[in-house]
Structures are given as structure tokens and as C-alpha cells.
């Protein structure tokens, strides 16, 4: 089974580039490592890292995940969602 975490973050106001470096250089010092990972961004200086794990969805208590940046980086706590795969959705 594969799950995919998700972690999505706000930048400060002119602190979107500074936020996706912080979380590039976090995702790459994971204690362990995704099967994939990818980085995003969006408008308003958003910020999304996705990795994906050949876990059960019961075990994502073990899985290393990117930290909350320093409350001056971004303007809100950061979002974090868990999904379980059930494979392409186009055949």
C-alpha cells in the first residue's frame, strides 16, 4: 500500500522564496526516504511538499515528517493531510 503525506505552508509577507528553500532543504533531511517526493508552489507564497510511502495507512506514526518553520516564516500553522492511494484514477 502507498500512502502520501502532505504538508502545506503559508509564507510570510515577501518570505515565499526563503519558506520553499526552508522546506526543500527539510524534505532532503528527512531520516528516511519517500519513495517520491515533490515540491510546489502556489500563489500567495504557498508551499506544498508531497512525499509517498510503501506503509499501511496504520503506520504513518513512524514516518518522518518536514517540522513547523519558525512562527516569523510563515502566517499560519502549517496544514498536514494523510491519504491512502487506491491507485490512477484515469485507466
Not at 63 to 88: C, N, Y
Request: proline share 8%; no cysteine.
Amino acid at each position: 500500500m502507498t500512502v502520501a503525506l502532505m504538508w502545506e505552508a503559508r509564507a510570510a509577507e515577501g518570505r515565499g522564496a526563503e519558506l520553499l528553500e526552508w522546506a526543500a532543504a527539510r524534505a532532503a533531511e528527512l531520516s528516511r526516504k519517500p519513495l517520491r517526493s515533490e515540491l510546489l508552489r502556489a500563489p500567495q507564497d504557498r508551499v506544498l511538499v508531497m512525499t509517498w510511502w510503501d506503509v499501511g495507512y496504520d503506520e504513518l506514526s513512524g514516518l518522518p515528517e518536514l517540522p513547523e518553520p519558525d512562527a516569523g516564516l510563515i502566517t499560519r500553522p502549517v496544514h498536514r493531510w494523510r491519504f491512502e492511494s487506491l491507485g490512477p484514477a484515469v485507466g
